[in-house]
Nanobody, 124 residues
Framework: QVQLVESGGGLVQAGGSLRLSCAAS????????MGWFRQAPGKEREFVAA????????YYADSVKGRFTISRENAKNTVYLQMNSLKPEDTAVYYC?????????????????WGQGTQVTVSS
């Protein structure tokens, strides 16, 4: 069992930056690939970024590529999402998720554990 707690969301103007953190409980954090997803009102949950167990591989949605960076610190049981050049269309609840699969995936149903989410609002 893994418990995930996101933090770092908030209100920011377009063009600004935020850094999301996701802290995981337990001693097995390094055995999970980690992902970030987001869900805007009235829309389905969508993939944002994912990172492999070691942090050596990353994968991004086209909509955030070049603006967002996912990273992890296994010693701290934490995964991050650095978000730069934010746009109003990035407004959503952001969720982190853990996946025991060996490969990083972009499908929500592939992930085993989810956090409660943190709100990100980008004003124009």
């Amino acid at each position: 069992q893994v418990q995930l707690v996101e933090s770092g969301g908030g209100l920011v103007q377009a063009g600004g930056s935020l850094r999301l953190s996701c802290a995981a409980s337990g001693r097995t954090f390094s055995t999970y690939a980690m992902g970030w997803f987001r869900q805007a009102p009235g829309k389905e949950r969508e993939f944002v970024a994912a990172i492999s167990r070691s942090g050596g591989s990353t994968y991004y949605a086209d909509s955030v590529k070049g603006r967002f960076t996912i990273s992890r610190e296994n010693a701290k049981n934490t995964v991050y999402l650095q978000m730069n050049s934010l746009k109003p269309e990035d407004t959503a609840v952001y969720y982190c998720a853990a996946d025991k699969a060996l490969v990083i995936q972009n499908i929500p149903s592939a992930y085993d554990y989810w956090g409660q989410g943190t709100q990100v609002t980008v004003s124009s």
